[in-house]
C-alpha cells in the first residue's frame, strides 16, 4: 500500500545551524507533496508544498527538494531560530488521499 | 472565514459509550478528512470523503464511522468506545481542483478520553 517514511524522527540543532528532513513514498503516481508544522498543543499547519513538475521551491529559509526517480523530498530550514522548534510532517498525495510520514521532532539549542 | 471548525474541544468517555465529534467548514471544500493523533505520535487518516455523499476508509477505521450528507459537514460516530481510542482527532478539508492543487486546513482538534 501506500506509505511515507521520514527520518529522523528526532532532531537537534545549533541556534543559526541548518536542519534537513528526509522522506520517502512509495506511490510512483504522488504528484503533490506538502510539508506541515505542528506546535504544541497546536493544529498542523502547511509551511511548504511542492509540486512533482518542479524539483525545487524555496520560501526564505525554508526549501524542499524532490528527486521523483529515487522517490524522495527533504526539507531543508537554514538559520534556524527557536521558533523553529516543533514537529515537522511530511506528505505525499498518492492515488485518492495524502499519507504522512510520523513526524520529526526538531530542537533548536541557545 | 471560520475555516474548519471541531466540537467538542475536549470529551471523558465511560468504556462502552458512544459519541458523535463533529466538523464543519466553510471555504466549500470538496475533500474532508478525520485524522487521530495519539501522544508523540503521527496522523493517521480515520475516513475521508470527496464529496457529499460519498465516504471511504482510511488507514485506521475500525471502531468508527461518518456521514457526508452535505458539503460543510463530516462528522465522525464513535460506537461503543474502547481506551484504545483515547487519542486526539483532527478534521481537515481540502479543494482539489487542478491536479497540482490539494492544501489541507486542520480544524483545533478533539481530545478524547476514555476511561
Known amino acids: 500500500g501506500e506509505n511515507v517514511e521520514q527520518h529522523p524522527s528526532t532532531l537537534s540543532v545549533q541556534e543559526g545551524d541548518s536542519a534537513v528532513i528526509k522522506c520517502t513514498y512509495s506511490?510512483?503516481?504522488?504528484?503533490?507533496f506538502p510539508w506541515y508544522k505542528q506546535e504544541l498543543g497546536k493544529r498542523p499547519q502547511l509551511i511548504i508544498d511542492?509540486?512533482?513538475?518542479?524539483g525545487e521551491k524555496k520560501d526564505q529559509r525554508i526549501a524542499v527538494t524532490l528527486n521523483k526517480t529515487a522517490k524522495h523530498f527533504s526539507l531543508h530550514i537554514t538559520e534556524t531560530q527557536p521558533e523553529d522548534s516543533a514537529v515537522y510532517f511530511c506528505?505525499?498525495?498518492?492515488?485518492?488521499?495524502?499519507?504522512f510520514g510520523s513526524g520529526t521532532r526538531l530542537s533548536i539549542r541557545p | 472565514n471560520a475555516g474548519v471548525t471541531q466540537t467538542p474541544k475536549f470529551r471523558i468517555l465511560k468504556i462502552g459509550q458512544s459519541m458523535t465529534l463533529q466538523c464543519t467548514q466553510d471555504m466549500n471544500h470538496n475533500y474532508m478528512y478525520w485524522y487521530r493523533q495519539d501522544p508523540g505520535m503521527g496522523l493517521k487518516l480515520i475516513y475521508y470523503?470527496?464529496?457529499?455523499?460519498?465516504?471511504d476508509k482510511g488507514e485506521v477505521p475500525n471502531g468508527y464511522n461518518v456521514s457526508r450528507s452535505t458539503t460543510e459537514d463530516f462528522p465522525l460516530r464513535l460506537e461503543l468506545a474502547a481506551p484504545s481510542q483515547t487519542s486526539v482527532y483532527f478534521c481537515?478539508?481540502?479543494?482539489?481542483?487542478?491536479?497540482?492543487?490539494?492544501?489541507?486546513?486542520f480544524g483545533p482538534g478533539t481530545r478524547l478520553l476514555v476511561l
Open positions: 481537515a478539508s481540502s479543494h482539489k481542483g487542478t491536479v497540482y492543487q490539494e492544501t489541507q486546513y
Open positions: 511542492i509540486r512533482s513538475n518542479v
Open positions: 506528505a505525499a498525495r498518492g492515488a485518492s488521499k495524502i499519507i
Open positions: 470523503s470527496v464529496g457529499a455523499g460519498i465516504t
Open positions: 506511490d510512483s503516481a504522488s504528484n503533490y
